[in-house]
């Protein structure tokens, strides 16, 4: 990764660099393909109505959501990130929107 990726010597990185590269691969997008989000997360995300308590069921269809955001390479389009990245506010809005809509 050193020599390939960060274009320096092994004995020059630090951890700080690793990161970076790693969180800069892991929000972009799996072979620049922009999938229908709405209908993936109609036909995956489910809530589980199974789990008696209310609380439970809720924090289970944010680890799905969450999941299905993961799987997908989407941390890009709705990943929450950091708050002074450009376009925070719409992502949070698409995301809850998603969320919502799959009540």
């Known amino acids: 990764m050193a020599t390939y990726v960060l274009k ?3 004995s020059a990185v630090v951890d700080a660099d690793i ?3 790693v969180q800069a691969r892991c929000r972009t997008l799996k072979n620049e393909f922009v999938p229908d989000v709405t209908s993936l997360f109609r036909q995956q995300l489910k809530i589980d109505l199974s789990i008696d308590d209310c ?14 955001v ?11 990130g950091n708050e002074s990245d450009a376009g925070y ?8 929107r998603l969320l919502v809509d799959g009540l």
Not at 55 to 68: L, M, P, Q, S, T
Not at 70 to 80: A, K, R, S, V
């Open 89 to 96: 506010k719409s992502r949070l809005k698409a995301r809850c």
């Open 19 to 21: 990161m970076e590269a």
């Open 70 to 80: 993961e799987d997908n390479g989407l941390q890009g389009l709705i990943g929450t």
């Open 8 to 10: 320096k010597l092994p």
């Open 55 to 68: 609380d439970a069921r809720i924090f289970r269809y944010y680890e799905d959501f969450n999941g299905i």
